[in-house]
């Protein structure tokens, strides 16, 4: 790739240095492997895969420990009311269980009569007896914030899927103009030749003058049609620039001298891509990203639901501390539970009518069902968009046989009416009106055969594989 863009660059650089034309081809693979790569949309979306993984290091903070340090003092004219310091550490589990362990230190002659003076340690834990105790909002923060890294790398496919699928489109728009305009550069010089032919025959007395205006009114003909897809081509290249972008992220313009490749009818990356209706339908339902956005939705929905249903619940909270004399934690957690030196609180709570929660309750079901059945319908969207670009496929291979045979007959036509011109029994103006028919049925052949290849992509990225 990287060499691509830098023979790109160089081709540039030359076009302008020096007179001479310098051709170098680009076909389909090259320009979808540029915008996967260097492409800012693309780039765009790999930071939201970036953004969604700090989010999941930033949900684990619920269950870092902490260690906090309280210090107090107290004097009023100079009596010492009491001096305080308590470090702790907290250990947050998985389960919604907290443990934690500190020392405290109190002296003075004024203090609350339930704490204890001197040296103490405790080891504790702290547990909640229903609400919060099978799920709470820690775990249900961590479990959506994956959800959303799987989101966001989902995303990522579904905007290069789209973003391929425009590129695509702006390539074999500049491969018809390309085509059509190197198809009529050869009449054009078909057109001089016999232009140069009927004057000399003019001067021999061969032909009439009027042969000769003819001749000329077809070669200008074809001068306008050369200037008129000259341009086209050269708009097409513009709008498929838009597509290439460099390393170092500055836009690429398209030089007038990089071309579509000689074999351009026979791309390599055809071969790479399903045309079985059952299986792009099948592979569509199964990893369109578009449907998998729904999956997603719905987990993180479930997820919300189990955390709802917790509502429902009476809040229930144990606390346990095992206290001990002195900062010898080890002594202190060893000691006999529920005989000596402990502390312990029981605190609940019970909404009587559980109006907030059966409410959210409700909402999160409902919304639920609405994701459901936007899923469905998704799903018969995709499906029928897969088989209009199946159809559309089979047709247009229909066209190019038809086609092909069309423009054939019109050949044989120009070159039978050639041969009757040149033992007098035929005019130039009917050579010019074969020729110009000859030229259309070209035109038309090389404008479905483009369309054909862009069908090929638009039933890829229906299917959600142009990624």
Do not use: C
């Amino acid at each position: 790739m990287k060499n691509l863009l830098y023979s790109l660059s160089i081709l540039f650089v030359s076009a302008m240095s020096f007179s001479q034309k310098i051709e170098q081809t680009l076909n389909a693979e090259q320009v979808l492997a540029i915008v996967r790569q260097y492409h800012p949309i693309a780039k765009q979306a790999t930071i939201q895969i970036k953004k969604s993984e700090a989010d999941i290091i930033i949900s684990k903070s619920g269950f870092e420990p902490i260690f906090n340090n309280y210090s107090a003092k107290k004097t009023v004219d100079g009596k010492n009311y009491y001096d305080y310091n308590s470090p702790e550490i907290k250990i947050p589990t998985w389960f919604g269980i907290e443990l934690s362990g500190g020392t405290e230190r109190l002296s003075g002659n004024q203090y609350d009569p339930s704490e204890t003076i001197g040296k103490t340690s405790y080891v504790g834990i702290s547990v909640p007896l229903a609400k919060n105790l099978l799920f709470d909002k820690r775990r249900a923060a961590l479990k959506q914030a994956k959800v959303f890294n799987s989101l966001a790398i989902n995303d990522q496919k579904a905007i290069l899927n789209d973003l391929l699928m425009d590129a695509m489109e702006n390539y074999w728009a500049w491969v018809k103009a390309y085509q059509i305009y190197e198809v009529i550069k050869q009449n054009l010089v078909i057109s001089q030749k016999r232009l140069d032919l009927t004057k000399k025959s003019f001067i021999n007395g061969e032909r009439p003058a009027i042969d000769t205006v003819e001749a000329l009114t077809q070669l200008q003909s074809n001068e306008y049609e050369l200037n008129k897809y000259w341009l086209e081509f050269q708009n097409a290249g513009l709008s498929l620039s838009a597509f290439l972008w460099t390393e170092n992220d500055t836009p690429f313009n398209l030089p007038e001298t990089i071309i579509p490749q000689s074999g351009w009818q026979d791309e390599k990356m055809m071969s790479q891509y399903s045309f079985n209706l059952t299986e792009l339908v099948e592979k569509a339902k199964a990893s369109h990203p578009q449907l998998l956005m729904y999956d997603y939705k719905l987990n993180s929905l479930a997820i919300e639901k189990r955390l709802k249903k917790q509502e429902l619940l009476p809040k229930i909270d144990l606390r346990y501390n095992q206290l001990g004399k002195g900062y010898d934690l080890y002594q202190t957690a060893t000691t006999p539970l529920l005989m000596n030196n402990f502390q312990y609180g029981i605190k609940m709570e019970v909404p009587l009518a559980l109006f907030q929660g059966r409410g959210e309750f409700k909402k999160v079901n409902l919304k639920i069902q609405e994701t459901q059945l936007d899923q469905n319908q998704k799903r018969l969207q995709i499906e029928l968009k897969v088989k209009s670009y199946f159809n559309e496929l089979e047709n247009l291979k229909k066209q190019i046989e038809l086609q092909t045979k069309n423009y054939a007959n019109y050949e044989q036509l120009v070159n039978a009416e050639e041969i009757r011109f040149a033992n007098g029994e035929s005019s130039l103006f009917v050579i010019n009106s074969r020729q110009n028919k000859a030229l259309e049925a070209l035109e038309k052949l090389i404008e479905i055969k483009t369309k054909y290849y862009k069908t090929v992509a638009a039933l890829q990225w229906s299917a959600g594989l142009l990624n």
